[in-house]
């Protein structure tokens, strides 16, 4: 982390400006505080980690939604923070807010509106919403049941006492005034009831679709359906209990395709599934919850599909208006192991004081160190090129020359961007100088060589031009071909062979007929040959 810390300034100019920064740090009252309060931070920090590593969550019944939120839950906290979850089953949300206040549980799961009333006392903390709940009013379809006004005076089942769909439909009935039977049945009873007509109709609140024991109903009882909530009704209880509802719609076709059921959209209410809190639980655990449900966001998608495409960190807290503290520094920071990290980077203060008064003289003899490695690993890896390029010069000494003048480059690049030092640097020069010069001189007498043997083929040329012009011709079209071949390869350079070029030019421009019989005849044939030639040349 320190290298990181420092990646941005020179090590030289570190160590120059070391002395004066101890002396600033010293004098400097507000370093020394931030020094000595990091060291009791870890202390402090030390002294968490020490804690018991698990934590009891109070959910619902077996099998049942919460329950399943528990269990998600547990397995996040085990793969992100290494946290174990003891899940305790209950009848719901009222006697999971009761656990949590009598301190016989650290976490609950709750419906909101249920909490709503302990966190405006600041009994509880929320930590994050985990799904929606939507009210569903589930009736035959051959009732008389319209609305959901039509439940006064019938019988309904809401669940039995204490879980959170009994103090949902309680308080929808009484803040509409409406009036009606009560039947406390379990869930699989209240079904057997509407069944046989001992029921008018089933309150149940529950993620959109997450209760598989509710899809199922649906799936073997097709002559169940949904009953809407009146829009006048949901903006009574939302403005008698602002924060705890909201206006929803169950979509067509939520539980059923064929028939669809509901057959159409209909107005409803939900509330949020919130995990809760006490004020007083320890902040490092309320962290690393929120932080493994923030973590692993998209697997809460089956009980709260908005997940899947929106923003994690808005939806885990929207509309809460009392998040534990350690909560919605999660939601603003992200993991809470990286605290102190996020505090280090954002004080330069302590960065020096901690710097300087524990890592000097550690550092300044690792720096030495790592520049002496760094150096010898430099000029042994130059030596090995070098070696490496001196297997190319016998057959191919351009190409060689050009390696070694790519390895000076890249060098020089080192040496101004501040990664060698001027020693180093100069060693290495030397190393690559040595062999550039021999490389040149190489190439120099390879050119040398070059021009030698042209002359003798210009003169072997003219030789065969005197007695045999047409094999003479043919030798220059060979010889140009030869000068081609070597520039292609990198034999030559380009001014070499523009050298030989000239050379074979001069030799053919001075070139005269020394047979003076027949003059007159052959004049015409001598001109056109040497045409010929010239443009062989040419060409």
Request: with cysteine; glycine share 4%; aromatic share 8%.
């Given at each position: 982390?320190?290298?990181?810390?420092?990646?941005?300034?020179?090590?030289?100019?570190?160590?120059?400006?070391?002395?004066?920064?101890?002396?600033?740090?010293?004098?400097?009252?507000?370093?020394?505080?931030?020094?000595?309060?990091?060291?009791?931070?870890?202390?402090?920090?030390?002294?968490?980690?020490?804690?018991?590593?698990?934590?009891?969550?109070?959910?619902?019944?077996?099998?049942?939604?919460?329950?399943?939120?528990?269990?998600?839950?547990?397995?996040?906290?085990?793969?992100?923070?290494?946290i174990s979850v003891e899940n305790r089953d209950s009848q719901g949300s009222v006697q999971n807010l009761k656990r949590l206040r009598e301190h016989q549980v650290d976490f609950a799961i709750v419906?909101?509106?249920?909490?709503?009333?302990?966190?405006?006392?600041?009994?509880?903390?929320?930590?994050?919403?985990?799904?929606?709940?939507?009210?569903?009013?589930?009736?035959?379809?051959?009732?008389?049941?319209?609305?959901?006004?039509?439940?006064?005076?019938?019988?309904?089942?809401?669940?039995?006492?204490?879980?959170?769909?009994?103090?949902?439909?309680?308080?929808?009935?009484?803040?509409?005034?409406?009036?009606?039977?009560?039947?406390?049945?379990?869930?699989?009873?209240?079904?057997?009831?509407?069944?046989?007509?001992?029921?008018?109709?089933?309150?149940?609140?529950?993620?959109?679709?997450?209760?598989?024991?509710?899809?199922?109903?649906?799936?073997?009882?097709?002559?169940?359906?949904?009953?809407?909530?009146?829009?006048?009704?949901?903006?009574?209880?939302?403005?008698?209990?602002?924060?705890?509802?909201?206006?929803?719609?169950?979509?067509?076709?939520?539980?059923?395709?064929?028939?669809?059921?509901?057959?159409?959209?209909?107005?409803?209410?939900?509330?949020?599934?919130?995990?809760?809190?006490?004020?007083?639980?320890?902040?490092?655990?309320?962290?690393?919850?929120?932080?493994?449900?923030?973590?692993?966001?998209?697997?809460?998608?089956?009980?709260?599909?908005?997940?899947?495409?929106?923003?994690?960190?808005?939806?885990?807290?929207?509309?809460?208006?009392?998040?534990?503290?350690?909560?919605?520094?999660?939601?603003?920071?992200?993991?809470?192991?990286?605290?102190?990290?996020?505090?280090?980077?954002?004080?330069?203060?302590?960065?020096?004081?901690?710097?300087?008064?524990?890592?000097?003289?550690?550092?300044?003899?690792?720096?030495?160190?790592?520049?002496?490695?760094?150096?010898?690993?430099?000029?042994?890896?130059?030596?090995?090129?070098?070696?490496?390029?001196?297997?190319?010069?016998?057959?191919?000494?351009?190409?060689?020359?050009?390696?070694?003048?790519?390895?000076?480059?890249?060098?020089?690049?080192?040496?101004?961007?501040?990664?060698?030092?001027?020693?180093?640097?100069?060693?290495?020069?030397?190393?690559?100088?040595?062999?550039?010069?021999?490389?040149?001189?190489?190439?120099?007498?390879?050119?040398?060589?070059?021009?030698?043997?042209?002359?003798?083929?210009?003169?072997?040329?003219?030789?065969?031009?005197?007695?045999?012009?047409?094999?003479?011709?043919?030798?220059?079209?060979?010889?140009?071909?030869?000068?081609?071949?070597?520039?292609?390869?990198?034999?030559?350079?380009?001014?070499?062979?523009?050298?030989?070029?000239?050379?074979?030019?001069?030799?053919?421009?001075?070139?005269?007929?020394?047979?003076?019989?027949?003059?007159?005849?052959?004049?015409?044939?001598?001109?056109?040959?040497?045409?010929?030639?010239?443009?062989?040349?040419?060409?």
């Open positions: 982390m320190i290298l990181e810390l420092f990646s941005r300034e020179s090590w030289a100019n570190l160590l120059d400006n070391m002395t004066l920064k101890r002396v600033q740090f010293i004098y400097h009252p507000k370093a020394v505080f931030l020094l000595l309060s990091a060291l009791a931070g870890g202390v402090l920090l030390s002294s968490c980690s020490s804690h018991s590593n698990s934590i009891t969550i109070s959910s619902g019944n077996i099998g049942s939604y919460y329950y399943s939120l528990a269990e998600q839950i547990q397995k996040s906290t085990k793969e992100t923070v290494k419906q909101l509106d249920v909490a709503n009333e302990a966190m405006r006392k600041e009994e509880v903390k929320a930590v994050a919403i985990l799904a929606n709940e939507y009210v569903h009013v589930i009736t035959k379809k051959d009732s008389d049941l319209k609305t959901f006004t039509d439940l006064q005076g019938k019988r309904v089942a809401v669940d039995t006492p204490g879980s959170g769909m009994s103090f949902t439909a309680d308080k929808l009935l009484k803040t509409n005034h409406i009036t009606f039977q009560p039947d406390y049945s379990s869930f699989d009873e209240a079904f057997k009831k509407l069944k046989y007509g001992q029921v008018d109709a089933v309150i149940y609140v529950g993620s959109l679709g997450a209760s598989k024991k509710l899809r199922q109903q649906f799936v073997n009882n097709l002559d169940l359906r949904l009953l809407p909530i009146e829009p006048p009704l949901v903006n009574h209880l939302t403005v008698f209990n602002p924060g705890s509802y909201q206006s929803a719609t169950f979509p067509i076709g939520t539980y059923n395709s064929r028939p669809p059921v509901p057959d159409k959209d209909i107005p409803t209410l939900s509330t949020a599934t919130v995990l809760v809190t006490r004020p007083d639980m320890k902040r490092q655990q309320v962290a690393l919850v929120t932080w493994s449900i923030l973590s692993t966001a998209r697997t809460y998608s089956q009980f709260y599909p908005a997940l899947q495409d929106e923003e994690p960190k808005d939806l885990l807290r929207k509309g809460l208006f009392d998040i534990h503290p350690a909560a919605q520094e999660v939601f603003e920071h992200g993991d809470p192991r990286m605290a102190f990290m996020r505090f280090w980077e954002n004080n330069s203060d302590l960065q020096a004081g901690v710097f300087i008064l524990t890592t000097t003289s550690v550092l300044g003899l690792l720096l030495r160190q790592w520049h002496r490695q760094k150096s010898k690993k430099m000029v042994t890896t130059t030596t090995n090129r070098i070696n490496e390029l001196k297997s190319l010069l016998p057959d191919d000494p351009q190409q060689a020359l050009d390696g070694i003048e790519a390895l000076s480059q890249e060098h020089r690049l080192m040496f101004v961007e501040g990664a060698v030092t001027t020693e180093v640097y100069e060693q290495l020069r030397q190393k690559t100088q040595t062999f550039t010069d021999q490389c040149r001189r190489l190439l120099e007498q390879h050119r040398k060589k070059f021009v030698m043997e042209t002359l003798l083929l210009l003169d072997e040329w003219q030789a065969t031009l005197q007695t045999n012009p047409e094999e003479a011709l043919k030798k220059l079209s060979h010889i140009k071909q030869q000068y081609r071949d070597m520039l292609l390869s990198d034999q030559v350079d380009i001014e070499t062979y523009v050298e030989l070029m000239q050379l074979t030019l001069i030799s053919l421009m001075a070139l005269t007929p020394k047979h003076s019989h027949n003059r007159t005849n052959h004049v015409k044939n001598d001109q056109t040959l040497k045409a010929n030639s010239i443009n062989a040349v040419e060409t």
